[in-house]
C-alpha cells in the first residue's frame, strides 16, 4: 500500500521568514497530492493540492511542487503569518475507492 | 462546512458500551470515510463507503462497524468500546478523485 512520510514533525520559523514541508510517497500510480492545515481543536482543511500533470501550484503565500520522478511533494509557505500557526497534514492518493494515506502531520509554530 | 455534520461533538462512554458516531452530508457525495486522529499516528482510516450499501476496510478496521443504506449517512459503531479506542473521529466525503472535506469531528473517551 502507499506510504506517505512527512518532514519535518515540528517546525519555528519567525514572523516573515518562509516555511518548507516535505512529503515522499511509495505508490508510483499516486497521481493528485493534497494539503490540509488543521488548527488546534478543528477540522483538517484543504489549502492547496496539486495533480500529477504539473510540476507547481500557487496561491497566494502558498505553494506546492512536485518530482515525480523522485516521489516527493513540498508545500512553501512564504512571508508566514502568526495565523499560519497550525498541523500541516500532506497526502497521496491511491487507486483504490479514492483513499488518501496522510502524512503523521508538521506542527508549525510562527513566531511573532 | 455546513454540508458535513457530525455528532456528537464530545461522548464519554463506559468500557464495554456500544456507541454510534453519527456522520451526514448535503452533497451527494459518493464517497464516505471515517478516520481516527491520535497523537503521534496522524489520520488512520477506519472504513470508507463508495456509495449506497458498499463498504470496505481501512487501515485500523477492528471493533467498528458501519453501514450506509442512504448515500447521506455514514454511521460508525464501536460495538464494545475499549480505551484504545479514545481518540478524535472524523467523517470525510468526497467525490471521485476530489479532496475530502472534513466534518467537524467527534472527541470520544472511553473510561
Known amino acids: 500500500g502507499e506510504n506517505v512520510e512527512q518532514h519535518p514533525s515540528t517546525l519555528s520559523v519567525q514572523e516573515g521568514d518562509s516555511a518548507v514541508i516535505k512529503c515522499t510517497y511509495s505508490d508510483s500510480a499516486s497521481n493528485y497530492f493534497p494539503w490540509y492545515k488543521q488548527e488546534l481543536g478543528k477540522r483538517p482543511q ?19 511542487t512536485l518530482n515525480k520522478t523522485a516521489k516527493h511533494f513540498s508545500l512553501h509557505i512564504t512571508e508566514t503569518q502568526p495565523e499560519d500557526s497550525a498541523v500541516y497534514f500532506c497526502a497521496a492518493n491511491t487507486n483504490t475507492g479514492n483513499q488518501f494515506y496522510f502524512g503523521t502531520g508538521t506542527s508549525l509554530t510562527v513566531i511573532p | 462546512d455546513a454540508g458535513i455534520t457530525q455528532s456528537p461533538r464530545y461522548k464519554i462512554t463506559e468500557t464495554g458500551r456500544q456507541v454510534t458516531l453519527m456522520c451526514h452530508q448535503t452533497w451527494s457525495h459518493s464517497y464516505m470515510f471515517w478516520y481516527r486522529q491520535d497523537l503521534g499516528h496522524g489520520l488512520r482510516l477506519i472504513y470508507y463507503s463508495a456509495a449506497a450499501d458498499i463498504t470496505d476496510k481501512g487501515e485500523v478496521p477492528d471493533g467498528y462497524v458501519v453501514s450506509r443504506s442512504k448515500t447521506e449517512n455514514f454511521p460508525l459503531t464501536l460495538e464494545s468500546a475499549t480505551r484504545s479506542q479514545t481518540s478524535v473521529y472524523f467523517c470525510a466525503s468526497s467525490e471521485t478523485q476530489g479532496p475530502y472535506t472534513f466534518g467537524s469531528g467527534t472527541r470520544l473517551t472511553v473510561v
Open chain 1, 46 to 64: 484543504l489549502i492547496i493540492d496539486i495533480r500529477s500533470n504539473v510540476g507547481e501550484k500557487k496561491d497566494q503565500r502558498i505553494a506546492v
